[in-house]
T-cell receptor, first 115, second 111 residues
Framework: DAGVIQSPRHEVTEMGQEVTLRCKPISGHNSLFWYRQTMMRGLELLIY????????DSGMPEDRFSAKMPNASFSTLKIQPSEPRDSAVYFC?????????????FGPGTRLTVL | TQLLEQSPQFLSIQEGENLTVYCNSS?????LQWYRQEPGEGPVLLVTVVTGGEVKKLKRLTFQFGDARKDSSLHITAAQPGDTGLYLC???????????FGQGTRLTINP
């Protein structure tokens, strides 16, 4: 079975550029999560969706970050304009609401470097 | 300030030794989970504990949830090089809906 798919796996860009990260959740999962991982702050939840609707975006750092989920099989996280402090690994995870405990399945991540 | 504090942050031991990693909080959690993350990959769920005092075993790994549901431990017996990785605890605070993660314990098992 295909797990959570993220693209690109690596992204190097220059400060000020727009960055778009993509995620395809596991088929049938109705919750999707975007996380950011850094050495300093660990794994932080940015935003999550239930049934394509954003539920909690309190973890989004600032207005430069936005996320969309136009349908059940696709989500994007956009940073515009990007800054060097945005460099991190960004993970997407999905979950089925019928799975009992909060079992999230993570993608392989996108390593973002902003120069 | 981290809601979940993990200790130690780094641990390097020899193959065959035993070890324990701790996950502590002043808050009560509805459930706690342990994940393992390898370089270049996302975290993978190892176990979920939901009942105070619960103990779960996964081969050489033993997970325990504290009686008050504020802490958890992971004990590895006879560690193997394949156990090397970042171990993360995560939990849903009581009354909340979001999963929060600890900073992680980076474990290295030397052959």
């Amino acid at each position: 079975d295909a797990g959570v798919i993220q693209s690109p796996r690596h992204e190097v860009t220059e400060m000020g550029q727009e960055v778009t990260l993509r995620c395809k959740p596991i088929s049938g999962h109705n919750s999707l999560f975007w996380y950011r991982q850094t050495m300093m702050r660990g794994l932080e939840l940015l935003i999550y969706f239930n049934n394509n609707v954003p539920i909690d975006d309190s973890g989004m750092p600032e207005d430069r970050f936005s996320a969309k989920m136009p349908n059940a099989s696709f989500s994007t996280l956009k940073i515009q304009p990007s800054e060097p402090r945005d460099s991190a690994v960004y993970f997407c995870a999905s979950r089925s609401s019928g799975s009992g405990a909060d079992t999230q399945y993570f993608g392989p991540g996108t390593r973002l470097t902003v120069l | 300030t981290q809601l979940l504090e993990q200790s130690p942050q780094f641990l390097s031991i020899q193959e065959g030794e035993n070890l324990t990693v701790y996950c502590n909080s002043s808050s009560v959690f509805s459930s706690l989970q342990w994940y393992r993350q390898e370089p270049g990959e996302g975290p993978v769920l190892l176990v979920t504990v939901v009942t105070g005092g619960e103990v779960k075993k996964l081969k050489r790994l033993t997970f325990q949830f504290g009686d008050a549901r504020k802490d958890s431990s992971l004990h590895i017996t006879a560690a193997q090089p394949g156990d090397t990785g970042l171990y993360l605890c995560a939990g849903v605070p009581q009354g909340a809906q979001k999963l929060v993660f600890g900073q992680g314990t980076r474990l290295t098992i030397n052959p």
